[in-house]
């Protein structure tokens, strides 16, 4: 036997020595790979049945942890949408009242007061609306009342904390109004509806459909050149004394959430003068 | 108890209704909650003085509205005697005679309210007045009758249930 050993030592090593050269240089590449697939795709049964008995006996403590993690992102959801609701809430009132301090800009010589919207009168035959603030903020009655589009009405009855507001839709609303382009004077007057109409249009004035309706200031109830709204239509007759013109108002008033009044302007009383 | 019981409803039914209900409207009509809580209270078979909370609330709705005190107290008043009155001719029928006074203390509101701005000079179509507002706010008042007399209801019988009571 170890002649035999003796003998065959030396090829052995030479060939183990050759061998660990081919392999070293890539030549058995395509045989290796053939002969490791096999036990690649063993390897990775192996592995994957081991994972799935790993899954199936740890899954009731992951269905727990999970419903546990669903139900805080359920509530940060509920959260966050409550938060966006709020936010949505803020920026449409941030645009009220921005459009509101740009309005007051325009007339940096009027002293404005902001006041919310809390009411409407209960009756629907009057159009009144009330509003948080009071004779403490320095509010008296006959006070113009605007919005950042124009005329909304004017202070009828005033407490400490809270004031009711007449609004120009009022059936018993009365007021001085110029015609923007034609200049005509006339009387626009409120109704049950909430329609606005112009009366006492003198039947010379030229009118035209859209020409704007601004307050005239006669009476000494409104300062001039508040805008009101726009002509929609014109009743003309030959026969009648003066025009009269329907007036769609610029003022949304379903929509009146803040107003502004003028608290530097004093109405005058021109009732002893009257007849 | 009467008064401690009414004075907080009919305050809470008076914000409601300048706050919210004033704002839901048909054509130019309107629910008129602060007359549906204190009729329902008037016909509730329990009740035997009805003079209080319409009272209350004549003299808290003359208060915030543009009305004169004395005409919303004579309304509600009158509203008061007319449920009575109706009571009287149809006792056997709650329903009917819950929806019979709603519908005839609306129509004597509005007469009134139209009566008195007709007085203080507005000129008011009357056709145009009974069309958008009158019927629109009979239709509503009689839509929103159930669920006021079924809340109110369940109110006297726990008033007038307790033991310290009249």
């Known amino acids: 036997m170890r002649p035999f050993l003796r003998r065959s030592i030396r090829p052995i090593i030479l060939i183990l020595v050759l061998s660990g ?33 790993v899954n199936f006996f740890s899954t009731p403590r992951d269905v727990a942890a999970l419903q546990q993690r669903n139900a805080e992102l359920e509530n940060e959801v509920a959260r966050l949408q409550s938060q966006v609701i709020a936010l949505r809430e803020q920026n449409a009132e941030i645009q009220v009242l921005s459009a509101l301090v740009e309005f007051a800009r325009q007339d940096p ?24 603030r009071g004779s403490d903020d320095g509010i008296l009655r006959g006070m113009p009342v605007v919005n950042s589009q124009g005329l909304v009405g004017r202070v009828a009855a005033v407490t400490a904390g809270a004031a ?46 859209g020409e704007l309706v601004l307050t005239s200031g006669l009476g000494g109830s409104y300062p001039p050149n508040i805008l009101i709204g726009q002509v929609t239509g014109l009743r003309s007759r ?17 929509q009146l959430e803040v107003v502004l009044i003028i608290r530097n302007f004093q109405p005058i009383d021109i009732t002893p003068l009257l007849p | 108890m009467v008064w401690l019981i009414g004075i907080p409803t009919i305050l809470l039914a008076a914000m409601l209704q300048t706050a919210v209900v004033s704002r839901i409207t048909l054509l130019s009509g309107q629910v008129d909650l602060l007359m549906l809580v204190v009729l329902c209270w008037v016909v509730q078979e329990r009740v035997r003085s009805v003079w209080e909370w319409p009272l ?5 709705l003359g208060y915030i509205s543009e009305l004169p005190v004395l005409l919303t107290v004579a309304m509600y008043l009158l509203a008061a005697g007319a449920a009575r009155l109706i009571k009287n001719w149809v006792w056997q029928a709650p329903v009917l005679l ?64 307790a033991p310290f009571e009249e």
């Open chain 1, 238 to 254: 030959s026969f009648d004394l003066f025009q009269t013109a329907s007036v769609q108002p610029v003022v949304d008033f379903s």
């Open chain 2, 98 to 161: 819950l929806f019979t006074t709603v519908f005839v203390s609306t129509l004597l509101f509005q007469l009134l309210s139209f009566l008195y701005i007709q007085l203080r000079g507005a000129a008011i179509d009357p056709l145009q007045a009974f069309n958008q507002v009158t019927l629109p706010s009979v239709l509503l008042n009689l839509l929103l009758a159930l669920p006021v007399y079924a809340v109110i209801s369940e109110t006297a019988h726990w008033v007038i249930r």
């Open chain 1, 21 to 53: 050269a081919l392999l070293i240089g890539g030549s058995f590449d395509p045989f290796v790979g053939r002969a490791a697939a096999p036990l690649i795709a063993l390897q990775t049964w192996f592995a994957s049945s081991y994972n799935s008995l």
């Open chain 2, 56 to 60: 209350a609330a004549g003299i808290l």
């Open chain 1, 109 to 132: 010589a009027s002293d404005y007061v902001a006041a919310a919207v809390i009411g409407k009168d209960p009756s629907p035959f009057l159009h009144y609306i009330f509003i948080n």
């Open chain 1, 164 to 209: 009711r507001i007449q609004l120009i839709t009022d059936p018993q609303m009365a007021i001085n109004i110029r015609l923007e382009t034609s200049q005509a004077s006339a009387v626009l007057k409120g109704g049950i509806t909430g329609e606005l109409g112009l009366e006492l249009i003198p039947q010379e004035a030229d009118v035209q459909t």
